[in-house]
């Protein structure tokens, strides 16, 4: 083998090695997405439980106690509705 076919050689070894990070790349991004869909999803589906037993809760407070805790910012009326935005965008 001489010199210029060694060259070849590395030359065709280094465009492999790039075209095969370039996969690489591509399939750990296209796996942190899938990451991603699935923790949303098991967020999505445990969401729910919660909710109801956080409402549960409340129909056992007085009428006062329940519109307070509904209307807070992070209370339960706004996860309800967050969720529902969630289920409409996907």
């Known amino acids: 083998m001489n010199v ?8 065709a070894a280094t465009k492999n090695c790039e075209l095969l990070q370039i996969t690489l790349d591509r399939r750990l991004m296209e796996l942190a ?5 699935v923790e949303q999803l098991e967020k999505t589906r445990a969401d729910p439980q919660d909710s109801y037993k956080v409402l549960a809760e409340l129909l056992e407070k007085t009428p006062k106690d329940v519109a307070n805790e509904l209307t807070k910012e992070d209370g339960l009326l706004a996860k309800i509705l967050d969720l529902e935005k969630t289920t409409q965008e996907k």
Request: glycine letters at 0%; charged letters at 25%.
């Open 4 to 11: 210029l076919e060694m060259q070849a050689n590395t030359l």
């Open 33 to 37: 997405q899938e990451k991603y869909q």
